[in-house]
């Protein structure tokens, strides 16, 4: 069932960006577990390219928290190996695409062993990376790579894109004794929201039901889960009433708040950032066909990244990823579709 | 090399003679039909596994290879459990999920053989990362073969471990063939102890035929990573008897003056006439661990045989742990 969002007062709250509500999960369950270290680029002094590791250095000093050279494949295999000796490394890729670097150790290594040593080994492992695209980051710097780790049996993933679920998850994904492939967004380290004091931890596989609706349910990802919220305001000026759903675990997957939701409103649009094809949109779509297709009102209709390499020119970019009106336009279109 | 005690000849001798009759054991059972898979076996490299396991305390760390039965035994895992695992039998070290190229045990600090060829270095590198960072004294080894150290995660393994003065100890077993392929073709420099140089950590080569020399430099390795003074790379050369794999002979690639050179460097017999011609040991004493290592291993592989395969309704357990 879905988790719902915590009442936010907003002068009660405290409110903070992406990148420091990352920040405080690693700070406080570092200062709880000393098994956990933090490995990447640019991660120690500098603070990473994002600021997502801000201050870490400089608490938990140069043996806990590591600039590595450029090597994503040992970073991850490391991690591996540091897990399977009793720690609880966490790998920061800084960029999704170069999980591609790395990706034999994650998918071949960690996700297998705990199975294959017949529950004898753990694999306490982060490999933390942001997806996505910001400002031109172009095409080997923007990739949203996450269907093929949802693929996987073994791994979990986890998919903030809110302040407070980055808190909330990450601390989750530092209490768990499984690989989990954490992936924030470049564009929303910048984005701000409320995060409590006080402690908390998010489930993995809780859905967050970030807005209820009536006539279309619109399950976004990561920074989509953003321009659905927008794209839902502006539709009910024009009387449509949007639920949005953001599943914030893609492993473990909260198939039941998705499927209640469509019962209720009959119809179901995903959106996601990253390329229809074999993607996490076409997970959601067949969950929904397979279990609930005669609760559809309308064919399930995907708005995701046009298939072509991510151009640099702002005007390609923006046209490549599903924008706000795109989505005002196409979710319209669902809701009205009395075929 | 200083002379060895008549205990520790025993001890290596009694190590290989082990690995070598399970891998003869394990041979006859796959030739039978009955084994599952295809196996590698390690039949002429024993001396290695051997003589560097006998420097690790039970509590340091072990990742290793395809080729890794040897390396499991050598490191603790007994007769029992390995062969039931190359039978993906439920008694195996790995419940039958993993078989031959997949041995785990935790209790002896064995992280795993590998199916893919260098990821053993990156984890052996990981887990002396973590002994650093945990501030303990535990050192990890890596075994690995001549096809490893020509892929990139040689590379960045030893960078690694050198930059941060990890306590590990990588051990190229150069058999001189990665399949088919003689290690001249696969690279231009076929010194392997020389690539140290290029991360500024001692390399030696070391005759992998003989246990009492590898025994000796493992020795000095893992003293140096205990003492926190950063990895060591050991180039061990030796030459598997037999095919990559059981089913390819090995003889359409290697020549037969080549495979009997090498045969008559067996590191059992070498060991052995040495400590007779000494006469450190006598042949009745040998004789004797020949007959127990007989008895451990045909109670291994009737243990294996008889043990029963998983059951189905287990076979989507440990796909997470809690
Ligand atoms: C990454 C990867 N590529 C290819 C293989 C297939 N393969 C298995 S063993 C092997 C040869 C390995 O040779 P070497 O490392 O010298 O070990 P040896 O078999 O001689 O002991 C190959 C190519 C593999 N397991 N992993
Ligand atoms: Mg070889």
Redesign the pocket.
């Known amino acids: 069932m879905s988790q719902a969002e915590p009442e936010i007062s907003q002068d009660a709250q405290r409110v903070i960006t992406y990148a420091e509500a990352g920040v405080e999960a690693l700070q406080e369950e570092m200062r709880r577990d000393p098994s956990i270290f933090y490995i990447g680029q640019g991660i120690g002094p500098r603070g990473g390219n994002f600021q997502q590791s801000r201050g870490l250095w400089a608490e938990f000093g140069g043996d806990r928290v590591r600039d590595t050279p450029i090597a994503e494949r040992a970073q991850a295999g490391l991690g591996v190996g540091a897990a399977l000796a009793g720690s609880h490394p966490v790998v920061d890729i800084v960029f999704l695409d170069f999980v591609l670097e790395a990706i034999c150790e994650i998918i071949q290594q960690a996700s297998t062993i705990h199975y294959i040593s017949d529950g004898k080994f753990k694999v306490p492992l982060v490999i933390r990376a942001a997806g996505g695209g910001v400002r031109s980051t172009g095409p080997h710097h923007s990739h949203t790579f996450y269907s093929f780790f949802m693929h996987i049996p073994g791994l979990k993933v986890a998919l903030p894109s809110t302040p407070y679920d980055v808190k909330g998850l990450m601390k989750t994904a530092l209490r768990d004794q499984n690989p989990v492939v954490f992936i924030d967004h470049k564009g929303l380290y910048g984005v701000k929201g409320p995060v409590p004091k006080e402690e908390y931890l998010i489930p993995f596989g809780k859905a967050a039901i970030k807005r209820t609706g009536e006539h279309v349910t619109i399950v976004a990802l990561s920074q989509m889960v953003h321009r659905a919220l927008q794209a839902a305001t502006l539709l009910e000026k024009q009387g449509i009433s949007a639920e949005v759903i953001d599943p914030r675990t893609l492993a473990p997957f909260d198939s039941e708040t998705i499927l209640t939701s469509v019962a209720k409103t009959g119809r179901l649009v995903i959106v996601d950032e990253a390329y229809a094809a074999c993607g996490v949109s076409a997970e959601i779509a067949a969950i929904v066909a397979t279990q609930a297709l005669y609760d559809l009102d309308s064919p399930i209709h995907r708005i995701c990244a046009l298939p072509a390499p991510h151009a640099f020119s702002p005007s390609l970019d923006n046209y490549l990823i599903p924008s706000v009106d795109r989505i005002v336009s196409e979710v319209a279109r669902v809701a009205k579709d009395r075929s | 090399m200083v002379k060895p005690s008549k205990e520790l000849v025993l001890s290596l001798y009694r190590g290989m003679v082990e690995i070598r009759e399970f891998e003869m054991k394990a041979r006859e059972i796959f030739r039978s039909g009955k084994m599952p898979g295809f196996i590698?076996v390690y039949i002429g490299e024993e001396a290695i596994a051997t003589g560097i396991c006998a420097q690790l305390r039970k509590d340091d760390y072990v990742a290793s290879?395809?080729?890794g039965h040897g390396h499991a035994i050598a490191k603790g895992i007994s007769a029992r459990s390995s062969m039931a695992e190359l039978m993906g039998a439920i008694d195996g070290c790995s419940g039958g999920r993993g078989g031959t190229m997949h041995l785990y045990e935790p209790e002896v600090g064995f992280l795993g053989s590998n199916?893919?060829?260098?990821p053993g270095i990156l984890i052996a590198t990981g887990a002396a990362l973590s002994a650093k960072v945990r501030k303990s004294d535990q050192v990890a080894v890596a075994f690995?073969?001549?096809?490893?150290v020509n892929?990139g995660a040689f590379h960045e393994g030893l960078n690694f471990a050198a930059t941060w003065n990890l306590p590990v100890i990588y051990v190229c077993?150069n058999?001189l063939?990665?399949?088919e392929m003689p290690f001249e073709q696969a690279t231009k420099n076929t010194d392997v102890a020389s690539r140290a140089a290029a991360y500024k950590i001692p390399g030696y080569q070391v005759d992998g035929n003989n246990v009492l020399e590898v025994y000796e430099r493992a020795g000095e390795a893992v003293a140096r990573a205990r003492r926190g003074e950063g990895p060591t790379l050991l180039e061990c050369r030796t030459y598997?008897w037999f095919g990559?794999h059981e089913g390819d002979a090995g003889t359409s690639y290697r020549a037969k003056e080549e495979i009997a050179k090498w045969r008559e460097l067996d590191p059992v017999r070498r060991l052995r006439d040495k400590a007779l011609a000494d006469s450190l040991v006598t042949a009745e004493e040998f004789a004797q661990v020949d007959r127990d290592v007989e008895k451990v291993i045909n109670d291994a592989a009737e243990y294996a045989l008889k043990s029963p395969q998983p059951d189905v309704s287990t076979a989507l357990d440990h796909v997470f742990s809690n």
Request: proline share 5%; aromatic share 10%; glycine share 14%.
């Open positions: 590698h290879t395809h080729r199916g893919v060829v260098p690995f073969g001549d096809g490893a892929n077993e058999n063939y990665a399949t598997r990559h």
